[in-house]
């Protein structure tokens, strides 16, 4: 069966520093592939997305995700933090089937 | 005006109680679905809907119904609340393509006492 996994469910960074929230998924075929970020007491907005090509997403507030088809993965990365990216992070797929799973999030805290 | 509407954001009810939650959207797309979040478990599928007369159920389906009023329509019922179903609940749209993925509603935090 199709799933999505993020193996981290809280992460603190400084304020600064990089970050990268890993994303794995299980799929016989590529999948889209999504990243969703939630801020409290708000729905998920989409960061960005894969479909095809290029293996290196550029998305919203300065994140960007990679697709690495021998790891299986999607991870979400963003050079420099920012206090206002302290949020919860979904990544998410869709098969052909039109089917969407999504891994059961990361919590993001930045410290000043 | 938000491309998905929620109603009610916040709602207590007593168990045994029936209750609806609501949802519209603006963004003309055929597939909504509802979802309940809880903490450590994610997002997981309630029901789905493909177009007006299409409806499906998803992994968590038991204890809820859902009525597709039109296209912009999508209603969530739980016929007789009980205290699990306490969660917070998002509606969210998509096109056929997923080319923008899925639009969320701004969810309904609902509380079972």
């Known amino acids: 069966a199709q799933s999505v996994t993020q193996p981290d469910i809280h992460i603190t960074v400084s304020e600064g520093a990089s970050l990268e929230l890993r994303c794995n998924y299980s799929?016989?075929?590529?999948?889209?592939l999504f990243w969703y970020v939630q801020s409290p007491g708000q729905g998920l907005q989409l960061l960005l997305k894969?479909?095809?090509?290029?293996?290196l997403v550029q998305g919203i507030k300065g994140f960007e995700a990679e697709f690495k088809r021998s790891q299986s993965s999607f991870n979400l990365r963003k050079p420099s933090v920012h206090w206002s990216d302290a949020a919860e992070y979904f990544c998410a797929s869709v098969n052909t089937g039109n089917q969407f799973y999504f891994g059961t999030g990361t919590s993001l805290t930045v410290i000043p | 005006d938000a491309d998905v509407t929620q109603t009610p954001r916040n709602r207590i009810t007593k168990t045994g109680k029936r209750i609806m939650l609501e949802c519209s959207q603006t963004?003309?797309?055929?597939?909504m679905y509802w979802y309940r979040q809880d903490p450590g478990l994610g997002l997981r599928l309630i029901y789905y809907s493909f177009d007006v007369k299409d409806i499906n159920k998803g992994e968590i389906s038991d204890g809820y119904s859902v009525s597709r009023q039109a296209q912009a329509k999508f209603s969530l019922s739980l016929e007789s609340a009980i205290p699990n179903q306490t969660a917070l609940y998002f509606c969210?749209?998509?096109?056929?393509?997923?080319?923008?993925?899925?639009?969320f509603g701004s969810g309904t935090r609902l509380t079972v006492v």
């Open positions: 799929y016989g075929a590529t999948p889209y």
């Open positions: 963004k003309g797309h055929d597939r």
């Open positions: 969210a749209t998509s096109d056929w393509g997923h080319t923008i993925g899925y639009t």
């Open positions: 894969y479909f095809s090509g290029d293996t």
